[in-house]
């Protein structure tokens, strides 16, 4: 059974920092695109980051130059490092896992259940 368990989400001023990590079980993530994703109240899902298996990354571009996404293959977990935090970035980020080398959102097969980012002014 594949499993896909996000942390590190909580609520911070805008100007902090946050780390989330994606823990799964199930699939081996070197074999894997990986990519976050987040939505926030009334707003559709937004891809945020991508690390594709060559491990090449894709950012929206509401977050290039502040989030880094990356993958510890040993410890088969996911990161998004979030720095320079705004408001905006608020919402509910998923984890999800795509088999083929570079996706679209209708591709990826496993999802995780979210952690919340709350970013206050």
């Known amino acids: 059974r594949v499993q896909l368990v996000e942390s590190g989400g909580g609520s911070v001023q805008a100007g902090g920092s946050l780390r989330l990590s994606c823990a799964a079980s199930?699939?081996?993530?070197?074999?894997?695109?990986m990519g976050w994703f987040r939505q926030a109240p009334g707003k559709e899902d937004e891809g945020v980051a991508a690390i594709h298996t060559d491990g090449s990354t894709t950012f929206a571009d509401s977050v290039k130059d502040r989030f880094t996404i990356s993958k510890d293959n040993a410890k088969n977990t996911l990161f998004l490092q979030m720095n320079s935090l705004r408001p905006g970035d608020t919402g509910l980020y998923y984890c999800?896992?795509?088999?083929?080398?570079?996706?679209?959102?209708?591709?990826?097969?496993?999802w995780g259940q979210g952690t919340q980012v709350t970013v206050s002014s």
């Open positions: 999800a896992a795509c088999f083929w080398a570079r996706c679209e959102k209708n591709q990826y097969s496993y």
């Open positions: 199930g699939i081996t993530l070197s074999r894997f695109s």
